[in-house]
C-alpha cells in the first residue's frame, strides 16, 4: 500500500527536494502547505496518510499544528522534521501527539518507515 504524505513546511525548495526524494522512494506526496493553518486545512480536504511537518511554520509552530492534527477522528501520522537536533525537540515531539521527528538532512523514506514502524 502506497503512504499518500502532505508536506508542511515554508521553504518551497525543501518542499520540493522532499517531494521528488519521497515519491521516488515509493511515497505519494498529495499536498503541500507553507504555513500551519494551511496545513491544516490541506489535512482536513486531502486525508493523508502521513503530514510531514515543520517545526518552524510563519503562522505558528509545529508543535500546535501538530496537537491540531492528532486530535481529530482518523488522524494522520505527523512526523516532525527540521534543522534542530532531535535531543533538543524529544520531549514535545512525544507531548504533541507526533509520531516521532526526522531531521531534515536526513530524511529519507526509510526514515519515514522506521519512525511509522516504531509505535
Do not use: W
Not at 95 to 118: N, Q, T, Y
Amino acid at each position: 500500500m502506497t503512504v499518500s504524505v502532505l508536506i508542511v513546511d515554508d521553504h518551497s525548495g525543501f518542499r520540493r527536494r522532499a517531494r521528488r526524494l519521497l515519491e521516488a522512494e515509493g511515497y505519494a506526496v498529495v499536498g503541500e502547505a507553507e504555513d500551519g493553518a494551511g496545513g491544516v486545512a490541506a489535512a482536513r480536504a486531502l486525508s493523508p496518510d502521513l503530514v510531514l511537518l515543520d517545526l518552524n511554520l510563519p503562522d505558528t509552530d509545529g508543535f500546535a499544528v501538530a496537537e491540531q492534527l492528532t486530535a481529530a477522528p482518523d488522524a494522520p501520522a505527523v512526523v516532525i522534521t527540521s534543522t534542530r537536533d532531535a535531543a533538543d525537540v524529544a520531549d514535545r515531539v512525544r507531548a504533541c501527539g507526533a509520531r516521532g521527528f526526522v531531521p531534515k538532512g536526513e530524511l529519507s523514506g526509510a526514515a519515514l518507515d522506521a519512525v511509522l514502524a516504531d509505535r
